[in-house]
């Protein structure tokens, strides 16, 4: 979406600092494609996010574990 980049940069910058994290559920050629797709747009250095804040998990109640 457009602005999203940006929010997270801000959220980053100005509230939550280290404790954003980057949670996907998905397969694994999407968590493949969303790697490149993290990678070619420089996600966690245009964010701020660390790069070591990134999960991906298959099944929607994992990410609940995840954010705890």
């Known amino acids: 979406m457009p602005g999203t980049i940006e929010a997270l940069a ?21 968590e493949r494609k969303t790697r490149e797709w993290i990678r070619y747009h420089d996600v966690f250095g245009r964010t701020g996010i660390p790069e070591g804040k990134r999960y991906f998990c298959r099944q929607r109640h994992e990410k609940a574990t995840i954010a705890e």
């Open 10 to 30: 801000r959220l980053v910058a100005e509230r939550f600092g280290a404790r954003v994290h980057f949670v996907s559920k998905c397969g694994p050629e999407t």
